[in-house]
């Protein structure tokens, strides 16, 4: 693989949530790819490129954590801050926190560890003389440094990730020895039934598409975009 | 006003005294805890409340330093309703759902939304404008707040000498109790923690600023409010806090000259015994009696060969 680059992240908590328990969020039991690609975008992205995510490997053991919290059940409507601006003053604009409270639990992962591996490619809206090289170049020296668009997160803001580049000739990080069992995958591999792949952002309506995702020996593969695998 | 031109990152320390931080919904208000290690947690959420409060206090009034999610009841729509009530106009609309036509419409509405108020331009809101895309991203990311140390919840039992209502009364007064004092008496309970450090990491994108406005002034009102913001949420739950140290890593690149992770490691804390450091996994701490002061710690930041284009500025 020409462009292809190895991220090591890692942090506290991360919540990637299932689409179909958002409300009290669950965790999927390791990072998505959609999750992965929104990272490495963190570091380095340009309209010109579109990150590909090929594997992800998973250090540390599955483990979940509850946390609940108060939040707010509504968004900003768009008719009262429009009507706000017309009249020209603030009223009716503000959210009321304490009678628009849900208290919603979250469950979380605790102390994730992968390595993401990922390569792009160039991408509709590159220009002809758009180099791929100049991209890679960027992104590693970003990574190396720590320099970022924004801090990524695992999932959720609140879930800080730390990264490093891994450097192409070194050694993935070491797998955390207690995580060498049957639940990454190691002897049998484990089916973690249908995983979202990505948002199809460019259709209408944006579709979600979901792959069957398997760890084998902690490392979880991701079909390429336009394969068989990929289910819409 | 010109936007943040430089990438931050902090570390802000805090403490809490004979209170609780956070409470758990989850937990009957239990403060927080990791079930696995005992250590104490502060929501990202409930300090980005105390920062709001702190502003809506500080700047009350001030434009373009509004608050979008408020608490209690709002006087300006009392105001308002005043006013439609003497004059008899403003008929606001009542459609059901509005959405922009266009992209130009939700980006002027989100522009407004981010000059008028604080929280947007620094946090961000989701605002239903557009399918999926009226979403603003602040610069302003927070994480959760641990303690440094296990931290041990007491539950403090207390009575109050007075029935909620003629009822719970009438039932005191059959049971027949002699003694005239404990006539009334309803007992409740609060969970303190008797000490406990926390560190929260937070990080500030300057591209992100520049998308939302989030200017040189609104880093210095945001780390005032950090510093201060525990001086204006007093109450019978929380006891005693106070932010300790705030330590803010700036980088002269927009993007940041080092990982963040690598500038948090350099701030330390461990156990002060007789004024010397000690690691906070130490085994020797074992023997010595529980933390109940913050200089019963010690924070220490490695200057020593820190990244070119970071500097540490010390705000508390």
Redesign the interface.
């Known amino acids: 693989m020409a462009f292809g680059i190895r991220l090591h992240v890692r942090g506290r908590n991360a919540l990637f949530t299932r689409p179909e328990l958002k409300v009290e969020r669950v965790s999927y039991d390791v990072m998505t790819p959609s999750a992965a690609r929104g990272i490495l975008e963190a570091i380095h992205w340009k309209p010109a490129i579109s990150w590909v995510i090929d594997r992800i490997h998973v250090l540390e053991p599955i483990r979940f954590q509850s946390i609940r919290r108060n939040e707010v059940g509504h968004k900003a409507p768009a008719g009262a801050i429009k009507s706000a601006m017309k009249r020209g003053d603030l009223a009716g604009v503000q959210l009321l926190v304490d009678e628009d409270r849900q208290q919603r639990a979250a469950t979380v992962l605790v102390n994730p560890a992968y390595v993401i591996e990922a390569h792009f490619t160039l991408s509709a809206r590159a220009g002809a003389d758009e180099n791929a090289g100049k991209h890679l170049d960027i992104f590693n020296r970003r990574a190396a440094r720590g320099q970022c668009f924004h801090q990524p997160c695992l999932g959720a803001r609140e879930f800080a990730a730390d990264f490093a580049l891994v450097p192409p000739d070194a050694p993935l990080p070491a797998r955390n020895p207690q995580a060498e069992t049957a639940d990454l995958g190691f002897g049998t591999p484990r089916d973690l039934g249908l995983m979202l792949w990505d948002i199809d952002h460019a259709a209408p309506g944006r579709p979600s598409m979901f792959f069957r995702a398997r760890l084998v020996d902690g490392v979880m593969e991701v079909p390429a975009p336009g394969s068989a695998e990929v289910l819409r | 006003m010109t936007p943040l031109s430089r990438r931050h990152?902090f570390v802000l320390i805090f403490d809490v005294t004979n209170g609780n931080p956070n409470g758990?919904?989850?937990a009957g208000n239990l403060p927080?805890m990791?079930?696995?290690t005992n250590h104490g947690?502060v929501?990202?959420?409930s300090l980005k409340?105390k920062i709001r409060n702190y502003v809506e206090l500080a700047r009350a009034g001030v434009e373009g330093h509004?608050?979008?999610?408020?608490?209690?009841?709002?006087l300006?729509?009392k105001?308002?309703q005043a006013y439609v009530a003497v004059r008899g106009d403003?008929k606001?609309?009542k459609?059901a759902?509005?959405?922009?036509k266009t992209d130009a419409e939700?980006d002027?509405?989100r522009a407004?939304?981010c000059a008028?108020?604080f929280d947007v331009r620094t946090f961000g809101?989701?605002?239903?404008?557009?399918?999926?895309c009226?979403q603003v991203?602040g610069?302003v990311?927070?994480?959760?707040a641990?303690s440094v140390e296990p931290i041990f919840p007491v539950e403090v039992s207390i009575t109050r000498m007075a029935a909620t209502n003629e009822a719970e009364k009438k039932k005191r007064d059959a049971a027949d109790d002699s003694d005239s004092r404990t006539d009334n008496r309803t007992m409740g309970r609060k969970h303190i923690v008797p000490y406990g450090l926390y560190v929260a990491?937070g990080?500030i994108?300057a591209?992100?600023a520049e998308r939302t406005g989030f200017s040189e002034a609104d880093l210095d009102l945001l780390l005032e409010a950090l510093a201060s913001m525990f001086e204006h949420d007093r109450s019978a739950a929380r006891g005693e806090m106070t932010t300790r140290k705030l330590i803010v890593f700036a980088h002269e690149?927009p993007?940041?000259?080092?990982?963040?992770?690598?500038l948090f490691d350099r701030v330390r804390i461990g156990r002060d015994v007789d004024g010397a450091f000690r690691e906070l996994d130490d085994r020797g701490l074992g023997n010595l009696a529980p933390a109940r002061k913050f200089s019963d710690y010690r924070v220490e930041i490695d200057r020593e060969g820190l990244p070119a284009g970071v500097e540490i500025r010390e705000i508390l």
């Open positions: 990152d758990d919904p989850d927080r990791d079930p696995e947690l929501s990202d959420v409340r509004h608050i979008y999610v408020q608490e209690g009841a709002i300006n729509e105001h308002r403003e606001s609309k459609d759902k509005l959405n922009p939700a002027e509405l407004w939304m008028n108020f809101a989701v605002m239903s404008t557009g399918i999926n009226g991203k610069p990311q927070m994480t959760f641990r990491h990080f994108s591209k992100f690149n993007l940041g000259n080092a990982p963040a992770h690598a």
